[in-house]
């Protein structure tokens, strides 16, 4: 399939959508000028095009109580167990992020619990995996940065 081609109306669109997804298309209709069956079809034609995915809530994870953040490289005894491995990994829901990775990690994982008692019972059911050999965590002292609209919006800005 080839580039899919997006048009000023379609980045206004995708700008705006970028900041709030519950954005109703009414509302963007009324800045842009334009009909909200105009903002329909045009974000229909881009989810069919797989340009919008679905669309994402943002958590407090701290008012929920899960302020500790540990990142966990794991090394494999075999590369062929990767894909058995991140399926396992999948099935504990406090590890949020997983990459197949390479240089020192098979696998890099970004994990968030309660507390440090909770960060070691779910490093202790990643070592337990059959086919990993041995982890290494390093723990976030601070989410710094986490902001994927400056990304996304950096995007559309050059297409």
Request: hydrophobic share 40%; with cysteine.
């Amino acid at each position: 399939m080839g580039k899919f081609r997006l048009d000023e109306v379609d980045h206004q669109i995708l700008d705006m959508l970028i900041d709030n997804t519950r954005t109703p298309f009414t509302d963007i209709a009324k800045k842009l000028l334009i009909s909200a069956g105009t903002v329909h079809v045009r974000v229909k034609k881009m989810e069919d095009a797989g340009i919008i995915k679905g669309s994402s809530l943002t958590l407090d994870y701290v008012k929920l109580g899960y302020s500790f953040i540990a990142y966990v490289g794991i090394f494999l005894e075999k590369t062929h167990q990767t894909k058995f491995v991140l399926e396992r990994l999948s099935e504990i829901p406090f590890i949020t992020v997983a990459h197949i990775t390479t240089g020192k990690f098979n696998i890099f994982c970004k994990i968030r619990a309660k507390d440090t008692k909770h960060a070691k019972e779910v490093i202790f059911k990643v070592d337990d995996i059959e086919g990993v050999s041995r982890t290494e965590t390093m723990i976030s002292l601070e989410e710094s940065i986490n902001d994927k609209k400056r990304l996304m919006h950096s995007i559309f800005n050059e297409l």
